[in-house]
């Protein structure tokens, strides 16, 4: 035999597998995976049926082994061992070969050379490479080979000094060829794992875990036998911990997390300075999850990062001189902190770092003064969490004292700053010692080293103190000190101010509370603010001075900007659910405020609501965040802003997860169907009046049973039961009520534009009508509308005759949308035209108007609007005066839409 077999394809495996008795329910991919393993080499895939036959078609773990390490066919080694001997010319081939064998997966002839150069040199090499080829070596590719996998199955062949440089000369051909995608890397990360270039393999790995998809697990085989076991003795403790914290972001088991922390526990301080670097890997939220398991250890860990950091900064090192990365994870581990007991475990690690070390830290702008801020409220924060009721604010103060002399001590003004401030937030909030707390407020402020900073936070502090106090008048005074601080820290510190001085000045001062919140959106906006979630709250205060300097109608504008920041944020925001409740109840104070007494809400809004924003401040509001779409539609709607109702109905009935409510389906539906019918969209506009109606008659069912609820998950099918019986003959009327007049008076639009689409439309209308009534409880008001519909367009009988018709029906529904059928025509007299228009109107206004204002704004209005219009600049001679008629129509044209339709139908003299 001098030819290979061409390898198996994944058929012909599962064929061969099949004989030796292989489950039904091996997949392809398994099937797949085999055949790779083998190369799909004949004699393999014999040996791998042999053996699972023999052994049982194991369980996924022992099957992957089986594979991996080859427990299969030992018989055959022997038979290759022979058939080498026979056939390789020479010992200069076979060494090639083995050399060869090292290779991982396909190489080219590049690899061949870099392989035949190590010491001690095959030459020539391209002529010992072509004795092999065919039996011992396959192309797969022009320029690609795979040595036989029988071949691989043989021991190494070759030294172990020659082996570990053939692996290096094939890692560094790899690299040259500057292209490594993830197999690539699984490759070099082998090759150099066998030349026992331990830190280069964990580099590589590092990189990998750095690039690779978040969704990749850690046990793939990419990442190497690494996700469960210990790393090489041989690599240096600054690699081991850099891929450890890597690993710990990548969803670990509980028993690799474990592995992973008593490893980073034994290596950190092992990490040298020049190093250091390598610990940037325990950023964000490995330092976290260590900071959870032991808050100690975190500590020491990020006070070792401090240290590391200062002396390469000192050193010069500019690759990694910026201190803000190594402050972060000096300061995490305060983030997962619970008490006093934590912030002294922290203070005590800090001080003994040097003095040098600390004050460069404590320069680190971004990161240490919020650090600071966590850890001095501390013993409120926790006190307060746990034993509101009755907390020992006596201890609480001994322990702030405590902090605060820290501070002095360690040379840490953020830290004592932030003290002070809690110190008199707890004699104000918690002692109710205002006096002592104003005292406090004005011995800090003598400090002669405070920044502008941190006279702001301590002025604010003081002001919003008084502010809860009612001593609004002394609260205006000291955040106008306030914000006379030039500031770059802490732009929530100047908004809150802002936000605070409105309301202290709104009682007194209604347009200087509007200043105050415009302010404070413009700074927010502000490169020194660019914050989303401050301009967020500065909007929702905007709004509530506005509501109360000018009414409710001019705030609109601004919440609906403040809804549509929060809307482009909500992927990414973890704070979206409890802003969107915050801005839920904005809107429905607003909305009250509006309709005085019609609107429910849970929360009364003041001034100074979204001053105090945090989660914690909507335990009190119920409801699904996904409700500021509802509340916000029916608010636009009553403020007369339909295009922004509709949209924000269009979210509430399309966007909600798990779909919407039986009362979000019943409010939306209507600002939706008008929407689309002035978009002249009527079969889509029909699909919402079903939904609406259906949703509405459920929504009443249960109402009478006392089982309706805002969030209720019922469905209308499982509240109306089967869809031709009961309860569905009242959806249908409800929907014939709700869609057919405003339906007419949209074809009414498109005819008079052109008279032919019209009469497209309206046809294709009374398709969808026939329909609908085939499936339908009640059929009749769809059949009766589909006849009007082709008689009004077809000509089958006279527009007066239609008329009387509708005059002769006992549904005053069709009746009205007959009439406006009837009038879209050059055939009926205007006079019937003008009769029918009113009649239509003055039923429609007494039916439908307060079910929904939106749909005669925005489809009854604007028809009679261009129809009377139209007509009028068509045909005026028709009129019976139309030099009164003309300029009475433009007058009525300029009033509000709420009365435009009744003042154009009064401006007809007939």
Partial sequence: MSTAAPPFTDDEAAELLLSFGMPSAWDRKRISFVRSVVSGHAALLTAVGVHFAKNGWLDDDAFLQAMLYSRFGEELNDETARRLTETVPNAESGELLYRLREAIGEFDFADVQAVADVEVAVAPPRERFTQLLGLWI??????????????????????????????AALADALVAKRSLDQWGAARLIGYLLVAEQWDRAGTILV???????????????????????????????????????????????????????????????????????ALAALMGHP?????????????RIGTRAAELAWAAHGAGDQGWSRLDGMSSIAFTPLIQSESFADAVTFLDAWGELPLEVRAAHNAAEEIAPRSWQHLARLPWTSRASVAREAPEWATTLVELESLRATAVSLDVPWLRVWAEATIIIVLAEEQKNLAAAFARGEDALREPSLTAEQSLILEECVGRQLLYARENAGA????????????????????????????????????????AAQDAVVFSKSPQGSVPQLTIKSLGELAIALCRASGPRGAFPVLDDAVQLLIARRQEARDWFWLARLLTQVALWLWHELDRGTVPFAVPVTPGFMLNLSPASTEAIRGNPDDVFTVMA?????????????????????????????????????????????????????????????????????????????????TVDAVLGPRNQGEWRRVDLTCAEMFFVPASMTLGEIWLDDPAAGQREALALAALFRQQAVDAAEPKPWVAAAVALEAAFEDVVDHKALVNEANAQGDVVIQAFTFVLATLSDRLPLKDCAIAHREVERWYTATLANGSPMVQRVVVAKFFETYWNTRFRESPALFSAPRLVGPALETASKQPLETRASAILAALLF
């Fill in 138 to 167: 396959q192309r797969t590719a022009a320029d690609a080979y795979v040595v036989s996998p029988l071949v691989k199955r043989l021991g190494t062949g070759l030294r172990p000094e020659t082996r570990k440089r053939t692996n």
């Fill in 207 to 277: 990189f990998v875990l750095q690039k690779a998809p978040k969704q990749l697990a850690l046990n793939d085989i990419l990442f190497g036998g690494w996700a469960s076991g210990a790393l090489p003795d041989g690599m240096s403790a600054h690699v081991k911990v850099m891929i450890r914290g890597l690993q710990l972001q990548r969803q670990p088991t509980e028993t690799q997390r474990a592995l992973y922390l008593r490893e980073i526990k034994e290596l950190f301080s092992h990490v040298s300075p020049e190093n250091g670097w």
């Fill in 287 to 299: 330092i976290s999850i260590i900071a959870g398991r032991d808050f100690a250890l975190a500590v």
């Fill in 476 to 515: 205006a005074e000291w955040l106008t000190r306030a914000l006379q601080r030039e500031s770059r820290l802490f732009p929530d510190s100047r908004v809150d101010a802002l936000l605070a001085l409105s309301h202290a000045v709104s009682e007194t001062d209604p347009s200087g509370a509007v200043r």
């Fill in 634 to 714: 029916n608010f636009a709607e009553s403020a007369g802003f339909d295009a922004r109702a509709a949209e924000y109905a269009r979210r509430a009935l399309y966007a909600e997860a798990g779909g919407p409510s039986l009362i979000v389906q019943t409010t939306s539906a209507p600002k939706v169907m008008a929407e689309l019918l002035r978009e002249r969209r009527l079969a889509e506009a029909l699909d919402v009046a079903l939904i609406g109606s259906a949703a509405f008659i459920a929504s009443r069912v249960l109402n009478s049973e006392g089982r309706l609820q805002t969030r209720s998950t019922d």
